[in-house]
């Protein structure tokens, strides 16, 4: 009991210095205590509050009469106080009246102020948006200028910089909506810039090639003319007072010249405006489109290339056609080259190597082609230097041209070719108008006009008086003269090839090797062939091919100074000159050979025997007088051939020996023929000693020497075969021919027991007629019948010894 005692006063303790909130612990601290514990802290917490009654009473108590003195005090006051209301009252409203004025500036204050900091705002928002829209504006001026890259940049600081700052505005948004727009318009624009530029270039590459060529040429004739400047010793003075060479003042000169017209040549960049594929560069770089911007180029230039590369129908008739070839070619790939060097990626070495391989390929074969339709020498002479100043032209853009180099030697063939089938003309044309007769000369003059020409030399027509006659015809001069204009020609395609002298001369050398042993060798062949050319021809022809072979070595020394190259030092090829001539000698020979012999048939075709007659005329046949007299005055031609040295003497005299003993030959074996012809079926002995008569005289031209040189009865042998079977007949010999056949030492060792056969089978047919057609006396007919016996015999004899033959010779 004791003990609950102090804890109900910690209990009222903690009540009393608790907050109320936090007093239901303590509360709940009495019930949780022993039984009738709430009943004691009823009863301890009266007694507390009944002391707190009487403390406050006390309390009171003390300050009553303070209180009392305080209300006494206020009620003193309110009088002052209501006064006072009254007084503050007045002067409120006094106050409040005199206050509606200064709050109605304090609400214009503030709305000033207002106004003010939005002012301020908006300027800020303002300064902020202006650099935007001037950029935007920069943006659309630029557009309307067509300063399309620095539009792009301006794009790029407007979505870089500018619109993240103003990114909240509408205006903003349409801006950025409308900036991809903006670009493809650009893009578009540029491309069709890029076209333009495309057709642009297209027209004009033939003149920019042309200008390239130009430039080329130029620079490759100054060249020539720098290293064709020897270093004279002459010094002269310049207007400084510097001496100077005379080379060294003709190169300053030149230079001087040179450069002032490099000052009026244009260049590709003077004639074409390359800014529009600049700037689309640029623009498809900057819009991160440079791959798609370089296939399309590159894809459009090839198509042209290929456009470019495509020739014309006809243009092998003119060298018009081929310059204008050439030069868009080469402008196409002079652009190709100002692009690769003056843009980055746009197109590259191999690239352009690719094209340039691409194009040298289609190029050789369309002059390969149209090459081979031409068929003026001029022309392709032309061509080649197009091809010339086209190659270096290139090559100097740093292109491989040596494949052009060698089509050029495929071209020189060709152009050989022209060049024969045109000498060929001018031969024929130079054999055609020529008299075929010695040159005459009637004063020094003219004999000098006719070696300045021709290579001629003879000491014994030079001491002549004049008027005389040189061997040769006018065709050799002609054609000696056109031999050298050949090889000239031949030349001048052989220059600018960059090839050595040597290469040249042998070039030279087969070229006219060529001409002589084909075109002139053939030339000659058809003139000698032709119906009109008589023996007095071919005897001049053989003199002119003669002279000709002599010239032979003076060509090859005009070749030889042309071309600088010795033939002491440098092995070269020699003409074939010599056979060409020799061959047309030896034809020139058999067609007099074959000329005589057919002169000859038709003289034998004018014989008109009487083959029944029974009596000679006495005298020779009137064709054969012809003929015999025909064979004089031709030999008579030979002395004329050309016999200035032992040589030549020796080949005139064998010419002319070889022609006589040919026409003896073909004479005798015609008239053989004309005996043993098969439809000659009898032949009486009158006419046989007519036809001895004939043959007398043909003796008789033979031993009368119509050529000089025959050793004693040479000629005559041509004869022998007749001589010795017209004996037989004549003396009628059989007994001896038969017992001496087969011996060497026969007088008719060269009678053939057929050939005797034949005639003695008409002989004997034709006495046979004679006897039927004669009525004489009896002992006539008994000695025509005891000969006729003899001949069968004879008949039967010879025909065993044939027979025999044909045994041993199966």
């Known amino acids: 009991m004791a003990e609950s005692l102090p804890e109900h006063e910690r209990i009222l303790q903690e009540i009393e210095s608790t ?6 612990p303590t509360l709940r601290s009495v019930y949780d205590d022993q ?49 006072l209301k009254v007084q503050v009252t007045d002067t409120n409203r006094r106050l409040q009246d005199a206050g509606k004025e200064v709050i109605a500036q304090t609400e214009e204050i503030i709305q000033c102020r207002l106004q003010q900091r939005n002012i301020t705002t908006v300027v800020e928002k303002l300064q902020l948006c202006l650099p935007v829209l001037e ?111 005379r080379n060294e003042m003709v190169l300053k000169q030149n230079l001087e010249e040179e450069e002032e017209h490099e000052a009026e040549v244009l260049t590709a960049h003077d004639l074409v405006d390359f800014s529009p594929v600049y700037r689309c560069l640029h623009i498809y770089s900057v819009l991160a489109d440079a791959e798609t911007f370089e296939n399309y180029y590159r894809k459009q230039r090839r198509k042209q290339a290929r456009l470019v590369l495509q020739p014309q129908s006809n243009m092998h008739e003119t060298v018009e056609g081929y310059r204008r070839y050439f030069s868009q070619i080469v402008g196409f790939f002079v652009v190709e080259d100002h692009i690769l060097h003056v843009t980055q990626g746009l197109i590259t070495r191999a690239y352009t190597d690719e094209l340039w ?30 091809i010339v100043v086209f190659a270096d032209t290139l090559q100097g853009y740093g292109f491989p041209v040596n494949r052009l180099f060698d089509l050029l030697f495929e071209i020189r063939d060709q152009y050989n070719e022209t060049l024969l089938k045109k000498w060929a003309v001018l031969f024929r044309d130079i054999f055609e108008a020529d008299n075929y007769s010695p040159i005459p000369v009637s004063n020094e003059e003219e004999y000098k006009i006719v070696i300045s020409k021709f290579p001629f030399q ?41 090839r050595s002298s040597t290469e040249i001369d042998d070039m030279l050398r087969k070229s006219t090797n060529l001409l002589l042993t084909r075109t002139l060798s053939n030339c000659l062949q058809n003139l000698i062939k032709k119906p009109h050319i008589g023996l007095t021809e071919l005897v001049q022809i053989i003199i002119n091919t003669t002279h000709l072979e002599q010239a032979c070595k003076y060509l090859e020394d005009f070749i030889t100074n042309i071309t600088n190259i010795s033939q002491e030092t440098v092995h070269t090829a020699r003409l074939y000159g010599l056979s060409t001539f020799k061959d047309a000698r030896h034809a020139a020979e058999g067609e007099i050979y074959t000329k005589l012999n057919q002169k000859i048939d038709e003289f034998i075709q004018l014989a008109d025997y009487d083959w029944s007659m029974t009596e000679p005329d006495g005298r020779a046949s009137g064709y054969l007088m012809d003929l015999i007299n025909f064979l004089r005055s031709t030999f008579q031609v030979f ?44 032949i009486s002995m009158g006419a046989i000693q007519q036809f001895n008569l004939d043959v007398i005289q043909c003796e008789l031209f033979a031993s009368s020497e119509p050529v000089p040189g025959f050793q004693g009865e ?13 004996d037989l007949f004549m003396v009628w010999d059989w007994s001896t021919y038969l017992a001496d056949y ?61 027979n025999g033959m044909a045994q041993q010779h199966p």
Not at 372 to 383: A, F, G, K, W
Not at 717 to 724: E, G, H, P, Y
């Open 19 to 24: 907050e109320t909130a936090c007093v239901g």
């Open 35 to 83: 039984p009738n514990a709430h009943q004691k802290f009823m009863e301890k917490l009266d007694a507390c509050i009944r002391n707190h009654d009487r403390e406050i009473e006390k309390m009171c108590n003390f300050h009553h009469q303070g209180f009392v003195d305080a209300i006494t005090e206020l009620l003193k006051v309110r009088a002052d106080a209501e006064k």
């Open 135 to 245: 950029m935007y504006s920069k943006l659309k001026e630029q557009m309307n200028v067509k300063r399309y890259y620095s539009a792009l940049k301006t794009m790029e600081q407007l979505e870089n910089i500018c619109f993240p700052r103003v990114s909240q505005y509408r205006f903003c948004q349409i801006m950025i909506e409308n900036l991809p727009k903006l670009r493809e318009e650009i893009k578009e624009i540029s491309m069709s810039d890029l076209k333009d530029f495309l057709e642009s270039i297209r027209k004009h590459s033939d003149k920019i090639g042309e200008t390239a060529m130009k430039q080329a040429q130029q620079q490759k004739t100054f060249n020539a003319a720098l290293q064709k400047q020897s270093y004279g010793r002459n010094m002269y003075i310049n207007n400084d007072g510097v001496p100077e060479t």
């Open 357 to 386: 391989n691409m194009a040298l390929s289609k190029i050789i074969a369309v002059l390969r082609t149209h090459s081979s339709y031409c068929t003026d020498p001029d022309l392709v002479l032309e061509l080649k230097n197009l």
């Open 458 to 498: 003879d000491l014994e027509l030079d001491k002549q008086c004049f008027p005389k006659k040189l061997p040769m015809s006018q065709s050799v001069p002609q054609i000696y003269i056109q031999v050298k204009e050949f090889i000239y020609a031949s030349l001048k395609f052989s220059e600018s090839l960059h």
């Open 639 to 682: 002395t004329h051939l050309p016999n200035n040295n032992n040589d030549h003497a020796a080949m005139s005299g064998k010419v002319a020996q070889t022609a006589c003993m040919s026409a003896c030959q073909h004479l005798s074996t015609s008239l053989m023929q004309m005996l043993l012809d098969n439809e000659l079926k009898q």
């Open 714 to 726: 040479t000629l005559q042998l041509a004869f022998i075969d007749l001589r010795q079977l017209l």
């Open 742 to 802: 087969g011996q060497p030492a026969s007088k008719y060792l060269r009678v053939n027991p057929s050939t005797a056969l034949a005639l003695l089978e008409k002989v004997h047919k034709g006495m046979k007629d004679l006897s039927k057609k004669n009525n004489i006396f009896a002992q006539f007919r008994k000695n025509d019948r005891d000969k006729q016996k003899l001949i069968e015999t004879v008949v039967r004899q010879l025909r065993g010894l044939v």
